[in-house]
């Protein structure tokens, strides 16, 4: 990939504020910046970070990502509640002990 791609790519990727509550498996905020908001974005995450610093509960951070579909795709337990999670592992632990 050329340099001139790469920014041309670059230039498309959205930023993403993700606020997630570990106990619960709770999205509690997410908002999207395009490219131009970038340090917006880092801005917003860095003063929600130092609201929460105090609660090991809370997971405040920035991630790139085309669209929220692919960030799904890469980070879908942000987007998932614990039990849903848990169902898809216990549906895949069950998957792999039939295989044996």
């Known amino acids: 990939m050329t340099t001139a791609m790469l920014g041309s790519r670059l230039a498309d990727v959205s930023h993403f504020l993700i606020v997630y509550q570990r106990s619960t498996g709770t999205l509690l905020e997410f908002k999207e910046f395009p490219e131009p908001d970038r340090a917006k974005a880092l801005s917003e995450g860095f003063a929600r970070e130092m609201h929460e610093r105090n609660n090991p509960d809370i997971e405040v951070i920035i991630l790139g990502a085309d669209s929220r579909e692919a960030l799904m795709r890469t980070h879908g337990r942000y987007f998932k509640t614990i039990g849903q999670s848990m169902k898809e ?8 002990l039939r295989k044996e």
């Open 89 to 96: 592992l216990a549906d895949k632990l069950e998957a792999s």
